[in-house]
């Protein structure tokens, strides 16, 4: 079992930067790619980032690349996402998800999800 709990979120006006964490407590040893997905109210859950266990790859949604970066710390057991130039429409619940096998972009692919952390970007 992964047990996931996401911190970093709050508040920011537009342009600014958060930085999200995601702490994971492994009781299953394997090889877990990670990612963040985030809903905004009335929406779909989407993808924003993803990172293989390696860290070695990356993997961005269009609205994502550029601005934000996704990393991560396996001696710590964490994955971080770094978020720059903030925009209102990126207001939403951010998720962290993993899974035992490599990173993708489907949200269906994770097994294991955190309960979210909100993001709030004001104009």
């Known amino acids: 079992q992964v047990h996931l709990v996401e911190s970093g979120g709050g508040l920011v006006q537009t342009g600014g930067s958060l930085s999200l964490t995601c702490a994971a407590s492994?009781?299953?040893?394997?090889?877990?790619?990670v990612a963040w997905f985030r809903q905004a109210p009335g929406k779909e859950r989407e993808f924003v980032a993803a990172i293989t266990w390696s860290g070695f790859t990356t993997y961005y949604s269009p609205s994502a690349r550029g601005r934000f970066t996704i990393s991560r710390d396996n001696d710590k057991n964490m994955v971080f996402l770094q978020m720059f130039e903030l925009k209102p429409e990126d207001t939403a619940v951010y998720y962290c998800?993993?899974?035992?096998?490599?990173?993708?972009?489907?949200?269906?692919?994770?097994?294991?999800w955190g309960q979210g952390t909100q993001v709030t970007v004001s104009s």
């Open positions: 492994i009781g299953r040893a394997g090889s877990y790619g």
């Open positions: 998800a993993a899974q035992d096998g490599r990173a993708t972009m489907n949200l269906d692919d994770y097994e294991f």
